[in-house]
């Protein structure tokens, strides 16, 4: 096992054989890059250093010291310390940024597996994993009511090891949205656009929570008009922002869309609809928001949208799509009569 400064054989090179048989001393352990820094022995400069995996180096001497292997600092000072199985004893804060960078999940001095290394990654993708099982399950069954809490807790156990992840915390505000803790759905996405002030789903997810509308999941019935005007300006330049990090991203133009009808912007709907058109010209929702935006001032361009909306979901999967075909069996009757349409 390997410790800070003890002597070590490099071993096992097939990149840089000539080093192989050198004898260094070992530096500290590299957590992001799961390697040794080393010093070659011998070596006139001290630049002469080496990112070793452990596999690579053979222990030679022991050197004592009750130092953390991660820092290189004395264990023996008030800063909190966490012990590991193996009984190989670290800073608490240096385990924390063992965790943070996902490195394997192994004590750095012996290698053994430890359950207190857990990565922040691993939450995630467990997280992940119960969003899918969620997914299937019938949303107000306790089954689903049980898959959420056990990833709500996951995520809450990843951002107590890393607050500033911007993808932890945007999946946990996502998770706090399907159990309606709306307040600590807004705190989540807040602290991930505070770490990520760009990354788009953050932005876009905070501006759909502040206009009431569903988060990712495809749900209209969540949506409710009649927000404050604060809520509304805030969401309209949430989602400018997330749309001028990733023009492409079609849910944000949408949102934005109804933002803007909020606001009694129609111009601005509109254009925000057809952006979205513009990067999908046959994503459902924007096909409908467009269609009810247009409405009755454009019969034919409204009842295009609807028809597109309806033949890019033949298997009627998306509530979106069954909303294009009650808007269609309304306006068709009005459009024959006024007999303003060519479309029927
Ligand atoms: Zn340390
Ligand atoms: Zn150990």
Request: hydrophobic content about 40%; overall charge negative; charged content about 25%.
């Amino acid at each position: 096992m390997l410790a800070p400064s003890c002597q070590v054989r490099v071993v096992g090179l097939v990149g840089r054989s000539e080093l192989n048989g050198r004898l260094a001393t070992a530096l500290r352990y590299v957590p992001g890059r799961g390697r040794w820094e080393v010093r070659l022995d011998g070596e006139a400069s001290s630049a002469m250093r080496l990112g070793l995996k452990p596999e690579h180096l053979e222990r030679i001497a022991s050197t004592t010291g009750d130092d953390c292997a991660v820092c290189l600092n004395s264990l023996d000072t008030s800063e909190p310390t966490q012990t590991l199985t193996c009984s190989h004893r670290f800073h608490a804060d240096c385990i924390k940024a063992l965790r943070r960078h996902g490195a394997m999940e192994l004590c750095p001095l012996c290698r053994k597996p430890s359950s207190s290394l857990r990565s922040v990654q691993s939450f995630l993708d467990d997280a992940c994993a119960l969003f899918v099982q969620h997914a299937r399950l019938s949303p107000e069954s306790e089954a689903a009511r049980a898959v959420l809490s056990v990833s709500v807790r996951a995520l809450e156990e990843a951002v107590a090891i890393d607050p500033c992840n911007a993808t932890v915390q945007n999946n946990l505000g996502y998770a706090l949205s399907r159990t309606g803790d709306a307040a600590g759905e807004r705190s989540a996405y807040r602290a991930a656009i505070a770490s990520s002030p760009t990354a788009p789903l953050p932005l876009c997810n905070l501006a759909q929570c502040l206009l009431g509308q569903d988060t990712l999941w495809e749900n209209m019935f969540a949506y409710e008009s009649g927000h404050s005007k604060d809520n509304v300006d805030e969401a309209i330049s949430l989602l400018q922002r997330a749309i001028a990090a990733d023009p492409r991203f079609v849910q944000a133009h949408v949102a934005l869309g109804r933002a803007f009808m909020e606001a009694g912007n129609r111009e601005g709907s509109l254009a925000a609809l057809q952006a979205a058109l513009e990067v999908d010209p046959n994503h459902i929702e924007a096909n409908v928001e467009l269609g009810t935006t247009l409405d009755f001032d454009d019969m034919d361009g409204a009842i295009a949208h609807f028809r597109r909306a309806i033949r890019a979901d033949p298997h009627r999967r998306s509530p979106h799509s069954e909303r294009a075909r009650e808007e269609l069996e309304m306006l068709l009757p009005v459009a024959r009569a006024s007999g303003k349409s060519k479309e029927c």
